[in-house]
């Protein structure tokens, strides 16, 4: 993709902070950082989102997740770790190229990560589930 921010930066077509590259990824440090640290996992084939994403490629974006996160957590010191990855404007994905969020979290950040949990009822759980399953 010849207009993918996210490909010429994974690519190394432009400069970034990277901290971890290899044949098939690159892991960049976010120029909007949510915490110190946060880092974006990028395959460097296009794919626009997780749909798109060959499954290989989505085995190897978390194996690296968990490389990438242990070590940072580490490094860091950081007291947790959010995994955040984003799929359509509606979700809040800004860039169509694929990328994994590595955010370590520090306690009193101050970051809101996490959503408001909602309500539902049986018969709304049975329906997605019959949607889901016996689709
Ligand atoms: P999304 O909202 O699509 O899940 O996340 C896009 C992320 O990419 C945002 O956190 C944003 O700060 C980051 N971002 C956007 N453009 C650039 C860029 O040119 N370089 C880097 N390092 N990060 C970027
Ligand atoms: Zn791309």
Redesign the pocket.
């Known amino acids: 993709m010849s207009d993918c921010?996210f490909c010429k930066?994974a690519n190394g077509e432009i400069p970034?902070t990277t901290l971890y590259e290899d044949e098939k990824f690159r892991v960049?440090?976010?120029?909007?950082p949510a915490t110190k640290g946060h880092a974006?996992i990028l395959p460097k084939s296009h794919a626009a989102d997780l749909f798109e994403l060959p499954e290989e490629t989505a085995c190897g974006a978390m194996a690296l997740a968990k490389k990438m996160a242990t070590r940072m957590k580490e490094a860091l010191h950081a007291d947790g770790f959010n995994l955040v990855q984003?799929n359509g404007a509606a979700a809040?994905?800004?860039?169509s190229h694929f990328?994994l969020?590595l955010i370590p979290r520090y306690e009193g950040d101050g970051q809101h990560i996490l959503w408001n949990p909602g309500t539902t009822t049986p018969e709304e759980m049975e329906s997605v589930r019959k949607a889901v399953c016996e689709a």
């Open positions: 921010i930066i970034s960049i440090l976010d120029l909007g974006l984003n809040g994905q800004t860039v990328h969020h």
